[in-house]
């Protein structure tokens, strides 16, 4: 693939051929596989749930993939589609009709045996040194949640829920869901 320069651009990105779903990270498109329908269920579940606290609550907006996240660096750009995305009020201008331009205030990926890995590794990373507030790994297979908060530029683990056990979030106080409601 042809690109402007010496690390892809986000108009290279907007220039891939097709409807293929792409990330760009640390200067490589990775192509992003349809996710199986256990992560269909949790997507749709954290989905609901979020969203219904994040409207209720009037704290702002809550996106699912695929939405654009793009994560500026020095080095260049990356460009990341997470599962579930909150956005608060106090962050709302990084939202643009095409996408979403900063940190989110959360994100939560959903893993698939295509992208686990990376979103345990690089991604989290990633989101880390840009300055998402909290990150979650959720887990359909396991049926399991780990959620992290941003500390010292690097996450730490809050909490790691599993079926029976009800999640809460350090960012959006007062939410909780039990995971029985997420995976079933």
Wanted: glycine share 10%.
């Amino acid at each position: 693939m042809a690109t402007t320069g010496t690390r892809p651009t986000y108009q290279d990105y907007l220039d891939i051929p097709g409807d293929d779903r792409y990330e760009l990270i640390n200067g490589e498109f990775i192509l992003v596989s349809a996710p199986n329908t256990a992560h269909q269920i949790a997507s749709m579940g954290f989905s609901l749930e979020l969203g219904g606290f994040v409207r209720d609550g009037e704290l702002r907006w809550v996106f699912h993939a695929p939405t654009e996240v793009v994560l500026t660096v020095p080095e260049g750009i990356n460009i990341v589609q997470p599962d579930i995305i909150f956005v608060s009020g106090e962050r709302e201008s990084i939202i643009t009709r095409a996408n979403i331009q900063g940190a989110p205030d959360l994100i939560v990926e959903i893993l698939s045996p295509s992208t686990g890995r990376l979103d345990r590794t690089t991604e989290r990373d990633l989101c880390a040194r840009h300055g998402v507030k909290e990150y979650w790994i959720a887990d359909p297979e396991a049926r399991s949640v780990v959620v992290m908060s941003l500390k010292d530029g690097d996450y730490e683990t809050d909490g790691e829920y599993g079926i029976g056990d009800t999640l809460t979030s350090p960012t959006l106080g007062g939410f909780s869901v039990s995971l029985d409601r997420i995976f079933g």
